[in-house]
């Protein structure tokens, strides 16, 4: 899992992914990474480009530990 960090694309871009939940500070995971990159943004899994993908900052989530 990765939190989003800075969306670098064009206005235009960032505005659509934002309305699909694909924004600042939210959760995501990467699902598939050949070619397209399918990511899951909440219950909804969505098709990026390469292109866009590499204009969107990410960092790492802190792993929990699962309790025993």
């Known amino acids: 899992m990765v939190k989003v960090k800075q969306l ?5 871009t960032a ?3 934002r309305e699909m939940g694909f ?4 959760a ?5 990474h050949h070619g ?3 990511c899951q943004v909440r219950q ?3 098709g990026i480009s390469r292109q ?5 900052w990410v960092e790492p ?3 929990t530990a699962p309790s025993e």
């Open 8 to 12: 670098t694309v064009p206005p235009e």
């Open 15 to 17: 505005q659509r992914l």
């Open 23 to 26: 924004c600042e500070e939210k």
């Open 28 to 32: 995501i995971r990467l699902v598939h």
């Open 36 to 38: 397209n990159f399918i």
């Open 44 to 46: 909804m899994r969505m």
């Open 52 to 56: 866009v993908a590499a204009r969107i």
């Open 61 to 63: 989530m802190a792993q």
